[in-house]
């Protein structure tokens, strides 16, 4: 699309027609909506004061692309957003080159910037990293990190602060705006500099104090001096739906030349009145009606989150030192209610995983019994304190994991395929999974009188009912479900259960017509519970009896609850049996469908029934 050609007035309906695809194409596919929406005419007039892909662009976390990808020649394959084989809802530089970084995780824009501007400060090329960071995003640690070395090294990047929530600070008015652009425009930024000259040769240092102090107290009446008293010149809050504004004030800190930050207020869900404003439910979506607003999807069982966040209200409800801890996510997690009910005891830390694990490390420590709600894929980002603070100290922080195993729609940077690996590992921690509803409140009521760090994982959607009866976790212990006469033994770690018993039900179907001797060759099936401690009395029971183990689990191969097995099996000698794992294979596992991406991997039933 060229944009650099048309004028405001052109570019104002290209903004119009952007936003009508996305609500066409999100309202049919789900996908993040409204971060997307309010961030249209930030990110057309940096497609017209930049120059892209010579010019990286870096977008933090990225779900604010949409645009973008419509901007570089993405139209038309842009109705295949989030599906199996169509575009990535993130940016994906497989994709295109114009996408310079996969991003999916929060707030590492102003690191890649940064990483970029001094490969092209040794490489001595024309070209200038611009950054879009928002939703929250610069609330992480690691932005703040970047932003002190940024300040301190001076590389020429310019920084859009996509602010759609006040999460900076209001604008102070008419004059906030004018000297903030003054502060930062060629008149203001030369006479500075001659101004700073001739106080520092000619006149003595008390002159020089007092004009300093002057500089200064014109800068503290605007909302940008965390980021000058960082170093990092600051220009803003403009109107984020400005083109006009947007397009002069991005030219200012292109020839600046120097890390400027550009704040822009936005308005989440501009163009669409349903999801305009702080609604949460619009950030990221299932299919809906466009003139209504309603959602497609049908309601069905609880989600696991649903149960989670109900069965720990309840224990919360009885145990007073109860408390929790989310980051961002306190309606994904299910952790809203009890933020809501017991305010004093549950926080959204925002994006800090670091923080919110340490923390909790400490009101561990101190007697409470912290319950730390994250997805698998963020809890990524909080493995130092995890070792470090819970896991050397010993201390009784149960980790519910939330989306672990495959995720669907969002891809490889989300899919929660990896706790199980870089969690069993660790000394100190537990590792167990409840297989239905009623085994997660079981496994929420066994996390509680634990002393040692806990990992509880539990699947996005709802789990499938069972005919099985629950029972107490007891401390290492697994259940041995299904019992019967024959050679193999499915083992199922958490949710996989239901797959499990599809594949018997399958294979032993397929089986019934064949010679007499193999009528009798059905499947037992037990249900581990805990990948650690691991259930080394009744493994050694069953390696007796079975001698073709397979191994069901949403999680990746390596390292995973085969590893495990075959870890205890090696320890014990014990060399007579055949192990095949079905989790997933050593690859990041693409976007789509959860049923597509599944039978793209080989997991539907008739297809590990061949494998069998």
Request: net charge neutral; with cysteine; charged share 25%.
């Amino acid at each position: 699309m060229d944009i650099k050609s048309k004028n405001v007035k052109e570019l104002e309906q290209t903004a119009h027609d952007i936003r009508q695809r996305i609500i066409e194409v999100v309202s049919k596919n789900g996908g993040h909506f409204s971060s997307t929406l309010g961030a249209v005419e930030l990110i057309i007039a940096m497609h017209k004061v930049f120059s892209c892909p010579k010019d990286p662009f870096i977008f933090d976390v990225s779900h604010q692309c949409y645009a973008h990808k419509l901007i570089t020649n993405r139209w038309d394959d842009f109705a295949s957003l989030r599906q199996f084989g169509g575009l990535s809802g993130f940016t994906k530089p497989r994709e295109s080159e114009s996408d310079y970084f996969v991003a999916g995780h929060s707030s590492t824009s102003i690191s890649l910037a940064i990483g970029a501007a001094k490969a092209i400060a040794l490489k001595k090329e024309d070209r200038v990293p611009v950054v879009m960071i928002g939703d929250g995003s610069i609330s992480a640690g690691i932005a703040y990190e970047a932003l002190n070395e940024l300040g301190d090294r001076k590389y020429p990047i310019v920084i859009i602060l996509n602010d759609n929530e006040m999460s900076i600070s209001r604008p102070i008015g008419a004059i906030s705006k004018h000297l903030s652009k003054l502060l930062a425009g060629k008149m203001y930024q030369g006479l500075k500099e001659r101004v700073d000259k001739i106080l520092t040769n000619y006149f003595p240092d008390g002159v020089t104090y007092v004009a300093k102090k002057i500089e200064e107290s014109m800068k503290l009446i605007t909302p940008g001096i965390i980021f000058e008293e960082m170093g990092v010149d600051y220009i803003g809050p403009i109107d984020g739906h400005n083109l006009k504004e947007i397009i002069q004030t991005l030219q200012i800190a292109k020839n600046m030349n120097k890390p400027v930050i550009v704040h822009a207020r936005t308005t989440k869900g501009k163009g669409y009145d349903i999801a305009q404003g702080h609604l949460e439910k619009w950030h990221g979506v299932g299919p809906f009606d466009i003139k209504t607003g309603k959602f497609l999807k049908k309601s069905g069982a609880p989600s696991a989150t649903q149960i989670f966040s109900k069965a720990l209200t309840k224990l919360a409800r009885k145990h007073k030192n109860i408390v929790g801890i989310t980051a961002a996510m306190p309606s994904g997690t299910g952790l809203d209610k009890l933020i809501e009910e017991f305010p004093n005891r549950f926080w959204d830390v925002a994006i800090a995983e670091q923080h919110g694990v340490a923390s909790a490390a400490a009101m561990a420590k101190e007697g409470l019994k912290p319950f730390v709600a994250i997805y698998s894929t963020f809890l990524q980002r909080a493995y130092d304190q995890i070792i470090h603070d819970v896991c050397i100290m010993n201390l009784g922080v149960v980790f519910c994991i939330d989306r672990a195993g495959l995720v669907g729609n969002d891809g490889e940077t989300h899919q929660g395929v990896f706790d199980v690996s870089f969690l069993r590992v660790l000394p100190n921690m537990l590792c167990f999974s409840p297989r239905d509803a009623k085994s997660l409140e079981l496994a929420l009521d066994f996390a509680y009188e634990q002393k040692s760090p806990c990992a509880l994982r539990y699947p996005r959607g709802s789990f499938e009912e069972l005919d099985f009866a629950p029972s107490a976790f007891k401390l290492g212990k697994s259940e041995l479900l299904v019992e019967e006469k024959g050679t193999k033994l499915f083992i199922s770690y958490g949710s996989e259960i239901s797959r499990a018993l599809k594949v018997k039900a399958l294979y032993e179907k397929e089986h019934t017509n064949k010679a007499s001797d193999e009528k009798n060759d059905k499947i037992s099936i037990l249900d581990l519970r805990f990948v650690k401690p691991i259930d080394e009395q009744m493994l050694k029971k069953l390696a007796k009896i079975y001698k073709n183990w397979y191994i069901f689990s949403a999680s990746c191969a390596k390292g995973g609850v085969g590893s495990a097995i075959l870890e205890f099996l090696a320890q014990e000698e014990i060399y007579d049996i055949k192990l095949k794992t079905f989790e997933y294979s050593d690859k990041f596992i693409e976007h789509g469908d959860t049923k597509d991406v599944e039978d793209s991997l080989g997991l539907n039933p008739k297809d590990l029934v061949k494998r069998i």
